[in-house]
């Protein structure tokens, strides 16, 4: 409503209506827009920080399952059409290539062969350069190998460890001891006996240029040969025997030294090796297994030795060669050496045979010692030595080639044995690599006997 008021000069004026006389439909129309605003303000602040959800305490049993359950979803995400796995690529749309592998970190194979390889000759090598070293020790430890079942029986029968562990180290030293002495005994009797045979000697030379003259060279002819040899050379050659010599002697204080240090530690080895199994059955296990291989090969080499000498000996007696016993003795200490041992020991006595009794009995004693030691060493004495190994006979004699160029001379005489230790230490303990055996084992029934039985690590 409006309110008239009078003017001065009597005139009534129209004023216009207050707040309080508004229209109520206006006010009605302000307060809708008011409470709007305010509507969007609490939209707008709920769409950014979402109100918190009241913590609840869950319990264990339920916590565990819904875990489980997301865990099914998980994996249920993760696998495609099938039960296949899905890799990352298909996951995000991409196909892989297919000459990349599948899963991350896989290397080709034939990178992974030429790494293979690589790191072979790369040891390989290494050993070679610490030869003088490493080839003097592993020998010590197949001798004190091969001796600690003494020390077991000394122990069983209530002796002191450390007593036990001592006579084991002198039976060693005894039995090296011995070994040497055979063979610088065999060697003084050649030279000894080689001074009766000196007329002997010089008929076979005036035999021989006779011999020489008649296909047209005569005496004149094979001293002007004679003079023509570099004195150096002649130099070089002793040179090269007296190093020989002195690495024999470093040889055997390096074997002697590593011997006694051996001995120290024998008297607490099975309880070490014990602590160990506990931790890593596997890898005792094939540390157990190569001992008694390593036991099992230096006796039947040591058997078919003394075999081989005794035939020897009733070949050598029958023809009437002097010294049959020590020629014996002789090939029985050489048959330690495979293949080559054999050449190493027909010589001294076929030599004496030639001298003494003429050059019928020389090729007689070859051709005996020949057949005798092909039978024996190369096609008996590989079929046992290579069941101690777990070996082939090719293997066995590829070891021989192999471990000869990396230890050198003494490399040959513990080729067999440093092929077991790589075969206990990388086959053995892997299940998955045991199907090896069946390639390298003489027995076709290494696998079957191995797949069955997993050495945990």
Request: charge should be negative; charged fraction near 15%.
């Amino acid at each position: 409503m409006t309110r008239r008021s009078s003017s001065p000069d009597g005139e009534g004026t129209e004023e216009s209506p207050t707040r309080s006389e508004e229209p109520s439909s206006g006010r009605l129309v302000r307060i809708q827009r008011a409470v709007r605003r305010q509507i969007s303000k609490v939209q707008a602040v709920t769409a950014v920080t979402p109100p918190p959800i009241p913590q609840q305490p869950v319990n264990v049993a339920d916590q565990g399952t819904a875990d489980q359950s997301v865990a099914a979803d998980q994996g249920t995400a993760d696998r495609g059409v099938g039960g296949e796995p899905v890799s990352a690529s298909q996951d995000h749309g991409a196909e892989p290539h297919p000459g990349v592998p599948q899963e991350h970190g896989n290397l080709p194979r034939f990178t992974v062969a030429v790494l293979t390889i690589g790191a072979a000759w790369l040891a390989f090598s290494l050993l070679h350069d610490l030869a003088g070293v490493i080839a003097p020790m592993f020998l010590a430890l197949n001798l004190m190998i091969t001796a600690y079942p003494i020390h077991s029986f000394l122990v069983r029968h209530h002796w002191p460890r450390g007593i036990s562990a001592i006579i084991t180290g002198l039976v060693v030293v005894l039995v090296l001891g011995g070994f040497l002495a055979g063979i610088a005994w065999s060697v003084a009797a050649t030279i000894t006996q080689m001074q009766k045979y000196v007329p002997q000697m010089e008929s076979l030379y005036r035999n021989a240029i006779e011999l020489l003259t008649r296909i047209g060279w005569d005496e004149e002819f094979i001293l002007e040969k004679v003079r023509r040899i570099d004195p150096q050379q002649v130099v070089g050659v002793a040179t090269s025997l007296l190093s020989d010599t002195t690495s024999v002697l470093t040889m055997i204080v390096v074997i002697i030294t590593g011997m006694i240090f051996m001995v120290m530690d024998t008297s607490r080895f099975g309880e070490r090796l014990e602590a160990a199994g506990r931790q890593k059955p596997g890898i005792v296990a094939s540390l157990i297994a190569f001992a008694s291989g390593i036991r099992r090969y230096w006796l039947v080499t040591t058997v078919f030795g003394l075999i081989v000498a005794l035939l020897d000996w009733g070949v050598l007696a029958a023809i009437g060669v002097p010294l049959a016993a020590v020629w014996a003795l002789f090939s029985f200490l050489t048959n330690y050496v495979p293949n080559i041992g054999f050449v190493i020991g027909v010589i001294p006595p076929a030599m004496l045979a030639l001298f003494d009794k003429g050059w019928v009995s020389a090729v007689i004693v070859v051709a005996a010692y020949s057949v005798l030691n092909f039978v024996v060493q190369s096609i008996i004495q590989p079929t046992f030595a290579g069941d101690a190994v777990g070996l082939t006979p090719t293997l066995s004699f590829l070891s021989l080639l192999l471990w000869g160029w990396v230890f050198g001379a003494l490399g040959t005489l513990i080729a067999l044995p440093c092929s077991l230790l790589v075969k206990a230490m990388l086959i053995d303990p892997d299940p998955e690599s045991r199907w090896v055996n069946a390639l390298i084992s003489p027995r076709g029934d290494e696998l079957e006997s191995s797949s069955g039985q997993s050495a945990p690590d």
